[in-house]
């Protein structure tokens, strides 16, 4: 399948800006059974500075300037992306679980896809005893690791309740356990906090979400926004396996990565500093459309 997908992130501020520096995340991943074909961002006002590199997850980050006087600013990214991916079956053989998180902490090296580096707490994903105890529901001795990841997504899928209202970016990742309400990012943060509790790699993939579903299925939550959900390290064989809590999906071909880390902090679209205005009006808008 390839795709067509547009991101316009604006800012409107209640007084002029004076200087901003950004950080871009913006261009599809071109691997997890996907493939970049084009990529451009437009910037207004334009940068007086841009600058690309590579950060330690393999993303392609770039840094902007801005340094002209400005109310509002508007980044409008567009990408065409080639996606064939075949995820196991729901009830697929795998490993135990036991046996992938004894591999996975015997694990040498230290690059980006090395699971070792996600089974550990980080900045917004602290690992917490009555999420871990949740999780652990799902994974009894000798279970299959894709079982038991496939329960425990069902599960949140079914008792948490999606509401864009509950929650922001700063909401701690125990209120939305206690509440069982929020959106994607935070389901994928309790899903990547409890698989990390039973010491199983898992990390934080943002990403898009196919717009317009095939004829007879139902819209998925999180269309027409960035979405997110979770990557499993299911052991040499099966590798990094995706898992959507906020609907109950293996990942398949309306998926599209954007960005992989260790949590949102890691992948953040857009994020940086200003000079000039305390208030904001932050707006997102997201289409993906099937090309072919």
Not at 55 to 63: I, K, P
Not at 115 to 120: A, R
Not at 219 to 238: F, I, K
């Amino acid at each position: 399948m390839i795709y067509d997908i547009q991101h316009v992130t604006t800012y409107e501020y209640e007084n002029p800006v004076s200087f901003a520096r950004c950080t871009l995340r913006l261009e599809p991943n071109s691997a997890h059974g996907q493939e970049l074909i084009s990529h451009k961002v437009e910037i207004r006002p334009r940068p007086s500075e841009r600058n690309v590199r590579r950060d330690f997850f393999g993303t392609l980050t770039e840094s902007i300037v801005i340094e002209t006087a400005h109310r509002n600013l508007r980044i409008d990214s567009r990408s065409r992306v080639s996606v064939d991916r075949k995820p196991p079956a729901r009830d697929a053989a795998s490993p135990s679980w036991e046996s992938i998180r004894d591999i996975a902490f015997e694990a040498t090296s230290l690059g980006p896809s090395s699971p070792v580096g996600y089974v550990f707490a980080s900045p917004l994903v602290p690992v917490l005893r009555p999420v871990s105890a949740y999780a652990a529901e799902s994974f009894r001795p000798d279970t299959g690791i894709l079982a038991g990841a496939v329960d425990l997504m069902h599960r949140i899928r079914a008792e948490f309740r999606y509401d864009p209202k509950a929650t922001a970016i700063s909401t701690p990742l125990n209120e939305v356990f206690d509440k069982r309400h929020g959106v994607c990012q935070d389901f994928a943060h309790v899903m990547i906090a409890g698989l990390r509790g039973l010491g199983l790699p898992a990390a934080y993939v943002s990403g898009y979400l196919r717009t317009i579903p095939p004829p007879g299925q139902a819209r998925l939550q999180g269309a027409d926004a960035t979405h997110a959900w979770v990557s499993l390290w299911c052991g040499a064989e099966l590798g990094w396996i995706d898992f959507d809590p906020t609907n109950d999906l293996l990942v398949a071909n309306d998926h599209i990565v954007l960005a992989v880390g260790r949590d949102f902090s890691d992948v953040s679209p857009v994020d940086g500093i200003i000079v000039g205005s305390p208030k904001q009006k932050l707006g997102v808008a997201v289409d993906v459309l099937l090309v072919e």
